[in-house]
């Protein structure tokens, strides 16, 4: 599996925007980039995902960088209630019985001030 | 239901007991993800169907754990022989087929082995 590196921790004041910053040097030319988050106590949750084109929806933008080593999930206006551990992960489709697997690593632990 | 159901949501047991977690993923959605989370912990990967194919069982951490997913549907994680170490909370996903579909995760059953 492609692994990603995130820092283990960032912090950010409400109302400001967030760049959380996601590595995965060793991506294939068919990963997709996945962002989710987990707020306390509950699960997972979809956030954005892209293939090599940035993405922006609701929640937040997603830029991916030129040769996809990099991306980068940006929180436009930072609220309590992004306080979270956001999770970069690459998913697989190249084929075999890892098509689609998700596989999460640390995340990032998002602490917002009000 | 619209969501991914699991139960129970609590279960606690007595070690060397076997206990059947249950995951009611979103009709139509052809990838069912099992993970395990411990206190303060990232999610570990256990177990991945998708479709037909057989599962990615790379993640379960000894042969006391098994799980099986009956018409491509309802799943059933099982643990035999619980010990201690196996309190944890167990998560359960679901999403459909290809790399740009969302996984939606369930609550979560909380296992404590006493």
């Known amino acids: 599996d492609a692994k990603t590196t995130q820092p283990n921790s960032m912090e950010s004041n409400e109302e400001e925007p967030v760049h959380l910053p996601c590595n995965h040097s060793t991506i294939s030319g068919t990963d997709y980039i996945h962002w989710y988050r987990q707020l306390p106590s509950q699960g997972p949750e979809y956030v954005i995902h892209g293939l090599t084109s940035n993405v922006n929806n609701r929640m937040a933008s997603l830029a991916i960088a030129e040769d996809r080593k990099s991306s980068t999930l940006i929180l436009h206006r930072a609220t309590l209630r992004d306080a979270a551990v956001y999770y970069c992960i690459l998913r697989d489709v190249s084929g075999g019985t890892s098509y689609g697997k998700l596989t999460f690593g640390q995340g990032t632990i998002l602490t917002v001030h009000p | 239901g619209a969501g991914v159901s699991q139960s129970p949501s609590n279960k606690v047991t007595e070690k060397g007991k076997d206990v059947e977690l249950r995951c009611d993923p979103i009709?139509?959605?052809?990838?069912l993800y099992w993970y395990r989370q411990s206190l303060g912990q990232g999610l570990e990967f256990l177990i991945y169907f998708q479709g037909n194919s057989a599962p990615d069982k790379s993640g379960l951490p000894s042969d006391r754990f098994s799980a099986e997913r009956t018409g491509g549907s309802v799943s059933t994680l099982t643990i035999q022989r619980t010990q201690q170490e196996d309190s944890a909370v167990y998560l359960c996903a679901s999403s459909g087929q290809g790399g740009g579909t969302e996984a939606f995760f369930g609550q979560g059953t909380r296992l404590t082995v006493v």
């Open positions: 009709s139509g959605h052809t990838a």
